[in-house]
Protein backbone atom coordinates (compact mmCIF):
# COMPACT_ATOMS: atom_id res chain seq x y z
CA UNK A 1 0.00 0.00 0.00
CA UNK A 2 0.99 3.22 -0.84
CA UNK A 3 1.23 6.46 1.62
CA UNK A 4 0.99 9.79 0.66
CA UNK A 5 3.92 11.86 2.03
CA UNK A 6 4.84 15.63 1.73
CA UNK A 7 8.41 16.54 1.46
CA UNK A 8 10.10 19.92 1.58
CA UNK A 9 13.14 20.70 -0.09
CA UNK A 10 15.50 23.22 -1.44
CA UNK A 11 13.89 25.03 -4.44
CA UNK A 12 17.02 25.05 -6.32
CA UNK A 13 16.99 21.16 -6.05
CA UNK A 14 13.42 20.90 -7.18
CA UNK A 15 13.86 21.12 -11.11
CA UNK A 16 17.03 19.29 -11.42
CA UNK A 17 15.57 16.29 -9.78
CA UNK A 18 12.35 16.50 -11.82
CA UNK A 19 14.75 17.16 -14.77
CA UNK A 20 17.06 13.93 -13.72
CA UNK A 21 13.74 11.95 -12.80
CA UNK A 22 12.00 12.60 -16.09
CA UNK A 23 15.50 11.47 -17.88
CA UNK A 24 15.28 8.49 -16.42
CA UNK A 25 11.86 8.14 -17.18
CA UNK A 26 11.30 7.57 -13.65
CA UNK A 27 8.77 9.28 -11.39
CA UNK A 28 10.59 11.73 -8.61
CA UNK A 29 8.61 9.64 -5.97
CA UNK A 30 9.90 6.58 -7.88
CA UNK A 31 13.53 7.86 -7.07
CA UNK A 32 13.23 8.87 -3.29
CA UNK A 33 11.28 5.86 -2.89
CA UNK A 34 14.25 3.90 -4.12
CA UNK A 35 16.94 6.10 -2.18
CA UNK A 36 15.18 5.58 1.09
CA UNK A 37 15.35 2.13 0.77
CA UNK A 38 18.48 2.08 0.07
CA UNK A 39 19.79 4.20 2.73
CA UNK A 40 17.89 2.07 5.84
CA UNK A 41 18.64 -1.54 4.17
CA UNK A 42 21.93 -1.88 6.17
CA UNK A 43 23.39 -3.45 3.00
CA UNK A 44 26.10 -1.35 1.15
CA UNK A 45 25.78 -1.13 -2.61
CA UNK A 46 28.04 -3.27 -4.75
CA UNK A 47 30.31 -1.70 -6.59
CA UNK A 48 29.05 -2.34 -10.28
CA UNK A 49 25.34 -1.36 -9.33
CA UNK A 50 26.84 2.08 -8.29
CA UNK A 51 28.28 2.62 -11.35
CA UNK A 52 25.91 0.55 -13.39
CA UNK A 53 24.23 3.18 -16.48
CA UNK A 54 26.88 5.71 -15.67
CA UNK A 55 29.81 5.12 -17.74
CA UNK A 56 29.46 5.38 -21.33
CA UNK A 57 31.80 3.75 -23.82
CA UNK A 58 34.29 5.38 -25.90
CA UNK A 59 33.69 5.82 -29.81
CA UNK A 60 37.09 4.08 -31.51
CA UNK A 61 37.27 7.50 -33.45
CA UNK A 62 37.39 9.37 -30.39
CA UNK A 63 40.43 11.26 -29.31
CA UNK A 64 40.18 10.44 -25.60
CA UNK A 65 39.74 6.60 -26.99
CA UNK A 66 42.92 6.76 -29.43
CA UNK A 67 45.68 8.40 -26.76
CA UNK A 68 44.56 5.75 -23.90
CA UNK A 69 44.72 2.43 -26.64
CA UNK A 70 48.19 3.99 -27.83
CA UNK A 71 49.33 4.38 -24.25
CA UNK A 72 47.92 0.89 -22.69
CA UNK A 73 46.95 -1.34 -25.75
Known amino acids: MKTKLTVTMDDALIPKAKRYAQQ ?3 SL ?3 IEESLRKLT ?4 ES ?3 QWKGKIEVAEK ?3 RFQQLAK ?3
Open 24 to 26: HDR
Open 47 to 49: FSS
Open 29 to 31: SSL
Open 71 to 73: KYL
Open 61 to 63: KDA
Open 41 to 44: SGQP
